[in-house]
C-alpha cells in the first residue's frame, strides 16, 4: 500500500534500539500493559526540545488569533470569545493512513471462545485474575503504534510471531462486502475508548505523537504527526472541539466504508455552529481522498456557506503502483536488518495487516489518464508533458501558469534536480507501464489493474475483485468530480518516488511455493516526495483549473503549491479583499513554499510524513487561517462550563451523541 515510506524505516529502526537498550532492564512475568514504561520515557523527553524554526514560528504567532491577549489570564470563554471576534478561521484536519493512533479493546471470554488461535497466539491462557498460572490480556492495547514489549507491538524477531498480525487484521464478510472485526476485538482512535478518554483532547491527541517513545520521537519528525500543527494552533489560541477539529479514524478501511463520510459533515456543521466562520478543511495523504468524495455528496449551499478552502498536503488522489507491492509479495520498508537478523513486520503480519485492509484499494493506482484521455484537458496534460520532455509545441503552452522548463526552480541540493531547473513531475501512463510480473507489462487502466489482482494478487482473487469493486464505487475519487471549493495542492517534487515496479517471476507462484516475502527485483523512480508520485498529487488539479476557467458552474480557483520552489513563494495566500474587509481566493495560480530541507536541514523533513511538520509549511497554513471573516453568532450562546463539557465529550466525534449534546445545550 502506499505508505509513510521513511517513517516506517524510522519506526523500525528506532523501536529496535529502544528494545536493545531496554533489554535486561525491564522484566516482570505479567502481561505487558501500556503504561510500564511511562517513567523511562519521561525522563528521556526532557532531553528533547523544539527545533528553533517552530519555535520561533511559535513566537511569531503566539496569541495571533485571540487579539493578542493573554491565554493565561482567560478562562475558556473569553477565550472562545476572543476567536470569534479575532481574525482566524476555524481548522478541520484529516490525516493519511497511518497518520491515527488506533486502540485496541478486547473482550476477553468472546476472544477466547470464538478466536481461540488468536488468545494462544498472543500467550494469553485464561479470563480470570484467579489464575497466576496463565496471563490474561489486558482490556486495551495501544494498536498503533504500541509500544516495545507490549503484545500489539508490531516489532518481531521472530518469523513465527502472529500476535500482532492478528490483531491488527480484518475479516472479510462475503455477504456484507466488507472487512469487519474479529469477534471479541475491537479497534477505534485513540481517546475514544474508557482508558483514554481523559487523554484525548477531543482526538487531537490521536493525530498526534504516535508513540511516547521519546527515541522514536527524536529519529524522526514523522512519529509527531500533526503534533507541530497542534502546538502552534493551540499558542495561537485555537481550543480543540471548539474552534479546531482533528478528524481521527480507523484507516485499514476504505473511503465508502469509513465513518469519515459522516463526520466529515457533521464536523464542517459543527464547527460553523460553534465559530459562526467558514472553515479551513485540511487533509494530508489518504485524508485527502475522504475529504474528497465527502465534498462530492455535501450541497454546494453548504459548501459556500461553511467551507473557505480545501488544503490537500501530499494527495494520493489517483493512487500509486506501489501500493500494489503489499499483496504481490510484501512491502520490504517494514523490515530492518540489525546484526544480520531481521526486526520490523515479519510475513504474516504485513500479510493480515495489507489483506484486512480495504483502504488499499482506495490508494491503487487509478486509471484517470485511460479514463479522462479524450477530454480536453487530459489532452493538453499530455502536451505539456511533451513540451516538458523535448521542447516542441505547437500554438500556446497549455497551462501556462506552470514555471517554465527552462527556469530556476528549487536550490540545487537535490539528487533529482541538478541544476535547479524547473520540472513538472508529470508522467504520461498513457504509454508508460507501471508494473512488470514475469516478463508482462501493465499499464495504469482498468483492464491490467484487474488483471493484476485476479492473475497475480497473493490474496482471494474474488474477495479482491469485490473489495476493489466496492472501493471504485467512491465516485468524488474515480471521477475526480470538482470539491467545486476553493483548493490549494500542496506537494513535494525533489525526491526520488518508486512508480513502476519490476517482478521478474509469478508473484502468486513464488507465494504457493514459499510463502515468504518476494519484492520487486527492479524499481524505477521519478518526482515527488517519497512516497506519493508527483502526477498522482496534481492530475485532478489541471482537471479543475480547466473547469474554472471554462466558467463550469460551481467550480472554483486553485492553487498548486510546490514544496521547495522559489518560484512566486512570497505570494499572498489570497489574492483580493472583500467590501467587508474578508481575504478572498479568485484566481488560479502556481506558487512555492520554501522548505527546511534545501536550506541545509535534514533531508527527511521533505518525506511525505514529515513536510507537514515543517515550519514553512506551517506558516502557510497559518496565511490560509488570517481571513478576517466576521463571526455571525452570539458568542454568549454558552457558559464556560457549557464550553469545557464540550471539549472534553467532543460530540461532533460521536456520531449518535452530536445533534442531542448540542439541543441541550
Request: negative net charge; charged residues 25%; aromatic residues 10%.
Amino acid at each position: 500500500m502506499v505508505d509513510f515510506q521513511n517513517f516506517k524505516k524510522t519506526i523500525v529502526s528506532g523501536t529496535c534500539i529502544t528494545a536493545l537498550l531496554l533489554l535486561g532492564l525491564l522484566h516482570d512475568n505479567t502481561d505487558y500493559k501500556d503504561t510500564v514504561l511511562e517513567n523511562f520515557h519521561q525522563k528521556l523527553e526532557s532531553d528533547f526540545f523544539l527545533e528553533d524554526g517552530f519555535k520561533q514560528l511559535l513566537k511569531k504567532y503566539d496569541s495571533l488569533c485571540i487579539n493578542g491577549k493573554d491565554k493565561s489570564k482567560l478562562d475558556t470563554k473569553e477565550q472562545y470569545e476572543e476567536f470569534l471576534r479575532g481574525p482566524c478561521a476555524p481548522i478541520i484536519f484529516v490525516p493519511g493512513i497511518l497518520g491515527t493512533s488506533l486502540q485496541l479493546k478486547i473482550d476477553c471470554e468472546t476472544l477466547q471462545s470464538k478466536n481461540p488461535e488468536i488468545f494462544s497466539n498472543c500467550g494469553w491462557g485464561t479470563c480470570s485474575s484467579y489464575n497466576l498460572l496463565q496471563k490474561k490480556p489486558a482490556s486495551e492495547y495501544k494498536l498503533w503504534i504500541g509500544d516495545v514489549f507490549s503484545k500489539a507491538s508490531f516489532l518481531q524477531i521472530s518469523e513465527k510471531s502472529k500476535c500482532f498480525g492478528d490483531l491488527i487484521g480484518l475479516v472479510y464478510n462475503k455477504e456484507r462486502n466488507i472487512l469487519e472485526a474479529k469477534e471479541g476485538l475491537e479497534v477505534t482512535w485513540y481517546g475514544n475508548t474508557e482508558q483514554t478518554k481523559n487523554d484525548s483532547k477531543c482526538g487531537a491527541n490521536s493525530v498526534r505523537d504516535f508513540t511516547k517513545n521519546p527515541i522514536l520521537k527524536k529519529m524522526s519528525c514523522a512519529i509527531r504527526g500533526f503534533g507541530n500543527l497542534i502546538d502552534l494552533l493551540e499558542v495561537m489560541g485555537y481550543q480543540s472541539g471548539l474552534t479546531f477539529q482533528a478528524l481521527p479514524y480507523d484507516f485499514r478501511q476504505d473511503v465508502s466504508q469509513s465513518d469519515t463520510q459522516t463526520l466529515i459533515p457533521k464536523v464542517i456543521d459543527h464547527i460553523y455552529e460553534m465559530t459562526g466562520k467558514k472553515s479551513i478543511i485540511l487533509g494530508h495523504s489518504l485524508g485527502n481522498l475522504h475529504i474528497l468524495n465527502s465534498l462530492s455528496n455535501i450541497p454546494q449551499e453548504t459548501k459556500d456557506s461553511k467551507i473557505k478552502q480545501f488544503i490537500a498536503a501530499g494527495p494520493p488522489f489517483i493512487g500509486s503502483p506501489k501500493a500494489f507491492i503489499s499483496m504481490l509479495g510484501g512491502d520490504p520498508d517494514y523490515l530492518k536488518k540489525i546484526l544480520g537478523k531481521s526486526f520490523g513486520m515479519n510475513y504474516y503480519s504485513q500479510m493480515q495487516l495489507s489483506s484486512g485492509c480495504s483502504s488499499t484499494f482506495d490508494i491503487l493506482i487509478k486509471d484517470s489518464f485511460e479514463r479522462f484521455k479524450n477530454e480536453e484537458w487530459m489532452i493538453d496534460v499530455i502536451k505539456r508533458i511533451d513540451y516538458e520532455e523535448n521542447g516542441i509545441i505547437e500554438n500556446s503552452v497549455p497551462f501556462n501558469f506552470l514555471p517554465e522548463p527552462n527556469e530556476d526552480c528549487v536550490n540545487n541540493v537535490f539528487d533529482t534536480r541538478i541544476g535547479g531547473k524547473c520540472k513538472s513531475g508529470l508522467i504520461n501512463l498513457q504509454k508508460e507501464p507501471i508494473l512488470s510480473i514475469n516478463n508482462e507489462q501493465f499499464k495504469a487502466n482498468k483492464e491490467d489493474i484487474n488483471k493484476i489482482i485476479e492473475n497475480y494478487s497473493i490474496y482471494d482473487a474474488e474477495q479482491q475483485k469485490n473489495l476493489f469493486k466496492k472501493a471504485s464505487e467512491s465516485r468524488g475519487l474515480y471521477d475526480l468530480i470538482n470539491p467545486n471549493v476553493p483548493v490549494s495542492i500542496i506537494y513535494g517534487n525533489v525526491l526520488e518516488t518508486e512508480w513502476n515496479f519490476n517482478y521478474k517471476k509469478h508473484t502468486r507462484e513464488v507465494f504457493e511455493k514459499t510463502n515468504n516475502f518476494y519484492f520487486p527485483e527492479d524499481i524505477k523512480t521519478g518526482l515527488g516526495d517519497g512516497t506519493v508520485p508527483t502526477f498522482s498529487a496534481i492530475l485532478p488539479g489541471f482537471k479543475w483549473f480547466h473547469e474554472y476557467q471554462k466558467s463550469k458552474e460551481n467550480s472554483k480557483p486553485i492553487k498548486l503549491v510546490e514544496i521547495c520552489s522559489n518560484i512566486k513563494k512570497n505570494n499572498p495566500f489570497y489574492d483580493s479583499t472583500s467590501i467587508s474587509g474578508e481575504q478572498e481566493q479568485n484566481k488560479s495560480e502556481y506558487r512555492g513554499i520554501d522548505c527546511e530541507c534545501s536550506k541545509g536541514g535534514d533531508i527527511g523533513n521533505c518525506y511525505h510524513s514529515c513536510f507537514i511538520n515543517d515550519q514553512f509549511f506551517l506558516d502557510f497554513i497559518v496565511q490560509s487561517l488570517i481571513t478576517n471573516q466576521q463571526s455571525n453568532i452570539n458568542s454568549s450562546q454558552y457558559t464556560s462550563d457549557e464550553l469545557d463539557e464540550l471539549m472534553q465529550s467532543c460530540p461532533a466525534l460521536q456520531l449518535q451523541k452530536l445533534d442531542k449534546k448540542l439541543s441541550e445545550m
